[in-house]
């Protein structure tokens, strides 16, 4: 049963009780339905049909999960996209996919104006965040665009339209579609194990099989299925929307959404909302280390999960003793997966039968095999991911067929077992900077383009501490180039021409790469001097 089938059950079975909460604003499961309706009809009257890719790179709000819904009705496949790339970056993944339609944010006009004309897609629709709200919000929201020259830009570009006039076109009729189950229905972007950005294709089986898993291995929901799930993680992530947005909503449940917050606000969002599970990554919880944070009540809460990146034991211990100081009465529930494993591959439990340990990654789930393969953690998996898009090398190098007859993922990954059976991840074969917010940075994405300046004669990119969350690293560029004058100007370049979440927090210039008795660069040295 695909994403959009799941979600008419919970509609017909809960139309009054409240699916989504959005800056106070309560939607009903039936008020969901009716959104998913309109933008299915409108897509489908502006020529979106069975067959076609969407591209979506909007945060999490009502309008983005309905638009997610009622491509899945009518047969078409929703990319989502990250929010922060640049135009450049969303105008490449566009054509490389052959996209029908692009969504965007009213804050990235600029950005996709500068490249509108060089993308495939027959129009833009731009979307404002506030659309769910009386019109009056709309038109204060409109506006201000008059200032900002967002309005301006907005005329300028023919493709461009606004939500308002995508749902105009809706007559309240657009075709179901019968998937295949081995279609791919959805389209998530990673770095995978490369670090270029990639299209992992994604097949209802695949969505069915995380949400399954999350049940069977007793990790997520108490029986009362009225329960507020707290959703932070962003749609463009795999597990941002099947675990926070679609599983929820299929058990009836209450999404809470903050699709913008601030780090520092983490525990205060939590002691806000009062969710009874709350997904997580890491450095959301740096900031249990504040005094203020501890005077909050966290007696709510049933279900955290972590995922996303390795927790390192102490840090692990002390997020446990903080939940527990301010009422909680769970432990933490860590997960184990990637997009490209399509979910979670290991787990803990959030049970009390299940005995809690320290720095392990969980226990394999049911019906996966996972192996140990020269200190890499390989997957073999009853329903794996279809693979990248367009990009059979990749693909190959990530499915490989061993000597078993068997196609196992490799996932980059360094791990080892104990002695009973438990898994242990511990680090990255490729070189890979994990972000405070869970951004995975690849340096090469960094270096591909400091190299085409053309004064730049060697770039390489490490992680340095970042200060002021010692559990992760930002990126910090190494530079040979050509003359003192050009430092600053390559200085301007960078910061043009990559997303924000991209920009190392230092750009070093040095006289010659250190180099090892190979030829190739000493990153260890690297890194030891950025963090001099």
């Known amino acids: 049963m695909n994403q959009y089938d799941k979600i008419v059950e919970s509609i ?3 139309p009054d009780r409240e699916a989504l909460r959005y800056f106070g604003k309560s939607v009903s499961y039936r008020r969901l339905g009716e959104m998913i309706e309109a933008a299915a009809s409108g897509m489908y009257n502006m020529g979106v049909v069975s067959g076609d890719i969407v591209c979506v790179a ?15 009705k009518i047969g078409a496949v929703a990319s989502a996209i990250d929010v922060r790339f640049t135009g450049r970056q969303v105008a490449s993944i566009v054509n490389s996919l052959h996209s029908k339609m692009l969504f965007i944010m009213g804050f990235n006009i600029k950005e996709v104006a500068s490249v509108a004309n060089e993308m495939c897609v027959d129009c833009v629709v731009v979307m404002r965040g506030c659309e769910i709200f009386p019109r009056m919000a709309s038109s204060w929201y409109a506006f201000g665009e008059l200032f900002n020259g967002r309005r301006k830009t907005f005329n300028r570009v023919d493709k461009f339209i606004h939500w308002d006039e995508l749902i105009d076109a809706s007559d309240g009729n657009a075709p179901h579609y019968e998937w295949n189950t081995d279609t791919a229905q959805m389209i998530f972007q990673t770095s995978g194990t490369t ?6 294709m994604v097949t209802s089986e695949n969505i069915a099989m995380l949400a399954t898993n999350l049940e069977k291995e007793e990790i997520l929901f108490e029986p009362d299925d009225s329960d507020t799930v707290l959703c932070l993680i962003p749609l463009f992530a795999f597990t941002g929307f099947v675990a926070t947005v679609h599983l929820p909503l299929c058990r009836g449940m209450s999404v809470a959404i903050v699709p913008i917050w601030k780090s520092k606000d983490f525990v205060k969002i939590i002691a806000r909302v009062k969710p009874q599970v709350v997904f997580s990554i890491p450095s959301n919880w ?19 999960i972590i995922a996303g990146d390795v927790l390192k034991p102490d840090f692990e211990r002390d997020i446990n003793d903080f939940i527990h100081y301010c009422g909680g009465r769970c432990e933490i529930v860590k997960l ?19 005995k809690y340990q320290l720095g392990f990654s969980g226990k394999v789930v049911d019906g996966i ?38 196609i196992w993922l490799h996932t980059g990954d360094i791990g080892h077992f104990d002695s009973e059976g438990n898994l242990y991840v511990v680090g990255r074969k490729k070189r890979i900077i994990i972000r405070f917010d869970g951004t995975k940075i690849f340096p090469i994405e960094i270096e591909d383009i400091i190299l085409r300046h053309p004064n730049v004669y060697a770039c390489a990119v490490v992680g340095g501490v970042d200060r002021k969350h010692p559990q992760n690293s930002l990126p910090v560029a190494f530079c040979v180039v050509k003359g003192l004058k050009s430092k600053k100007r390559i200085v301007r370049y960078a910061n043009k021409e990559l997303p924000t979440f991209l920009r190392p927090q230092r750009i070093i210039f040095i006289d010659r790469m250190p180099l090892l008795g190979n030829g190739k660069v000493n990153l260890k040295r690297l890194e030891e001097k950025a963090n001099e």
Do not use: W
């Open 12 to 14: 017909s079975k809960y």
């Open 58 to 72: 909007l945060p999490t709000t009502p309008e983005s999960i309905a638009i997610v819904y009622a491509l899945n």
């Open 195 to 200: 670090g270029r950005t990639k299209s992992v």
């Open 286 to 304: 740096d900031t249990i280390y504040n005094t203020s944070n501890r005077t909050y009540n966290l007696s709510f809460l049933k279900t955290v």
């Open 336 to 354: 184990y997966g990637m997009t490209e494993t399509v979910g979670f591959i290991a787990a803990t439990k959030s049970r009390s039968s299940f």
């Open 369 to 406: 095999k996972v192996k140990i393969v020269d200190d890499e953690v390989c997957v073999l998996s009853p329903t794996r991911l279809l693979g990248y898009y367009d990009n059979k090398e990749a693909t190959n190098q990530l499915l490989r067929m061993h000597e078993d007859g068997h």
